[in-house]
């Protein structure tokens, strides 16, 4: 099992469960902080005196207050630790429940694993350290399955640029001259309603509102 482990929570009544969870483990060494930028000190300083940590289980989202912090979330403090320690194993614990956000995560920033706090989380976390130790990613059963329906549909550069437009009050019937300004194609109307008709049709739902809240909730855009 994991000898040194650090966890990164600014919630002190999750930081206390979470230690407690690694002492029913049987953890020797767990060190834990409430800031992004103390969390990447311990690493700094763990590498210098040639001690490392085995893994890191942090949150994804930290709420600001009177200290100022250079690393302001989850993912910019994962990318700056594995730029240290690129063996470095992690694990988010966060209450995000977007599968795109999720997905994302393991694609772009190489995480290890995956819990979102709920009910049982204790026992999922449990888990989860088992399964990376062993060199295995970690996502809950539900998770995977959401993942697996996102990953389904495929969304193209153009189809979430679509999208995008959609949510930020663009009119369907004026997204071209949009588009043309961009040098973005195809960008006629009728190619337009072409292709989010089709988007609508593939995921079910029968309005350009319902889509873009649709995307809004899986994390697309």
Known sequence: MFKKILIAEDHESINLSVQKTLEDLNIPNVDYVYYCDDA?????KSIRENEPYDLLITDLYYEEDHRQQNIKDGRDLIQQIKALQPSLKVIVFSAEHKSGII???????????YVRKARNDSKELKKSIASVYINENYLSLDLKQEIKKLNSYEFSAYEITLVSLLSKGVLQKNIPDLLQEKNIKPNSLSSVEKKLNSLKEDLEVTSNEQLVAFCKDIGII
Not at 40 to 44: E, N, R
Not at 103 to 113: A, M, R, T, V
């Open 103 to 113: 997905d994302s995560l393991f694609k772009e920033y190489h995480i290890n694993g």
């Open 40 to 44: 990447l000190a311990k690493v700094h």
